[in-house]
């Protein structure tokens, strides 16, 4: 048997996930639901290999918990609160979407840092909180179209990722970081393959530079407008280890094609 290519993304497992964001209700997201099982069930083969979860909006996460247990899917959370249980009116701890069997949670998604001002320490103690609690943290970097065009990608991508080095260091590589840069974001703009695997290379470069152990072996997603016609070209760039997908998850047919394009992506 030949060895592949890459020996490093050959033993990173492809992951997808589906970010809903603030959408839906109840019906559509049982529907949601009842339509990622039957992709699961019509073709299990073809997502074999990938490891696959969405997120839903807190109030239908125990729908998820009922309907996903046992699937190929995991669930998570889009956000957590920076403190553990007590008088935080309004906020979710990491124990009570542990409660949930909720496996990952979005942490520092750009909507998160931009609209609700969430600041470098507060999504430090919320990954310390959620690796404590069992969760494993999503950690969402990127840079504005202002940033890119001043050629401060790499500044900005630095300050965020070395914000966080110091809890990540002794998370054990029970991490994911997503690079979603700002521009791509809901706004049909992708990044190209190349541009993604430059700036996912340079993610991993800091996390090694910050002492973070194991920093080959960590998982780096894309997110930004991916589609199910442009999955496979990111998805198979040395450094891009799957996908985070905001709008395209929201149809099942879609992020199933996604998913099955990480399934298929090649070791290079
Ligand atoms: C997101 O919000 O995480 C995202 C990637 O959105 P979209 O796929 O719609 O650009």
């Known amino acids: 048997m030949t060895a592949p290519a890459n020996p490093d993304k050959a033993r990173r497992k492809p992951l997808v ?9 109840v019906a559509t997201a049982e529907q949601l639901l009842a339509d990622l099982l039957q992709g699961e069930r019509d073709s299990p083969e073809a997502l074999a290999g990938v490891e ?14 009922a309907r996903l247990a046992g699937s190929r899917f995991s669930w998570g959370a889009q956000n957590v609160a920076h403190f553990g249980n007590g008088a935080y009116t309004g906020e979710v701890s990491a124990a009570m979407l542990r409660d949930l069997a909720c496996t990952w949670v979005l942490i520092g998604h750009s909507e998160r840092r931009a609209l609700f001002a969430e600041t470098n320490a507060q999504l430090a103690m919320k ?10 943290p999503v950690v969402c970097v990127g840079e504005s179209l202002a940033e890119r065009e001043a050629l401060m ?5 630095a300050a965020q990722i070395d914000a966080l080095c110091g809890v990540l260091a002794s998370a054990d590589q029970r991490f994911v970081i997503a690079y979603e840069p700002v521009w791509a974001i809901g706004t049909g703009l992708t990044a190209s393959p190349e541009q993604a695997q430059q700036v996912h290379a340079y993610i991993r470069s800091r996390l090694a530079a910050g002492k973070v152990p194991g920093a080959t072996g960590v998982r780096i997603l894309y ?5 199910p016609s442009n999955a496979q070209a990111l998805f198979g760039q040395p450094d891009v280890d799957g996908g985070l997908i905001g709008g395209a998850s929201l149809i099942a047919a879609d ?6 394009a990480a399934a ?3 070791i290079r």
Do not use: H
């Open 17 to 25: 996930l589906g970010n809903w964001k603030m959408n839906g209700d």
């Open 52 to 65: 696959l979860g969405v997120f839903p909006p807190y109030p239908y996460i125990g729908l998820a918990a």
């Open 127 to 136: 990954v310390e909180l959620a690796i404590r609690d069992g969760l494993l």
């Open 153 to 157: 990608t790499e500044s900005v991508l």
């Open 223 to 227: 997110g930004g407008s991916v589609k």
């Open 255 to 260: 992020f199933l094609s996604i998913c099955r």
């Open 264 to 266: 298929q992506r090649s």
